[in-house]
């Protein structure tokens, strides 16, 4: 059996099955509410994308990035003070560092949570019927993949095959912002009328290197891309930071010196 196959894995200390009452009512409770959010806040802000799993990281990033805002804003006065006496102001370098580990873990989310291997369940029976979950054993019958995109940055989409019998065309995709491609699923039943279940891995990544790099480090590893964005998005985002900011603290108002920007814009009025 293949890995994207196991549903579940049960503990069995000493060769009995442990079960703990309640937590499957407890699991199936959070998903549902968790479920419930996602349609509420799609339908205020009227879009499809904060839907499913990926809209699930959208919206962990963002309550991140509020939560994150709302501590600084709200931080207790003495520790401001203690902090105060301690070092006067807050490094900038670590200011760009937080908002740099914030595009990449929203980077990240947006090519992680869509991810992973999609279930296609087929009956192989006696005689065909319409559609693909139902085809005439030892037949093959084709359908329809659609690769959507909801974000604003083109995608680069690597489609395999984890099931024996599955083949889908083409491997690779190119899915421009805000829209969809479709590729071709094939399926082939088995000889022996059943129940069976395939699969097809997506790896995603955002277009942001060009195509034959992100092709090369697909090759070597499915994670290397991945890593390798993330690192050229964080990284380019606090080198800029650097590059344009003052390296030392930030002061209050009263306090603050002209930032080089602000030294070299007066030089040239």
Known sequence: MADTQVVAVVWQPGGEVVAIPGVGLLVTGTQETLAAIQRQVAAALGTRSLLGTQG???LLVALSVVGYVADVLSGDSRERKRNADREEGTSVRFVLGVFAAIIVLSA???MVGPSGPQEFGVVSAESDSPGLRVIEQGS??????TVPNGGFVPEVRYLDSATDGLTIEPGRVTVPPQSSVNATLTITAPPETGYYR????EHRYLLVLPQPVIESLYRVHPWLPLVTIDAVLGGSFYLLGVL?????RLRSRADARPSRLDRFLSRIK
């Open 108 to 110: 990240t989310a947006a």
């Open 198 to 201: 395939y699969y097809v891995v």
């Open 56 to 58: 699930l990281a959208y």
């Open 140 to 145: 093959a019958e084709s359908a329809r993949y």
């Open 244 to 248: 344009f900011v003052d390296t030392g």
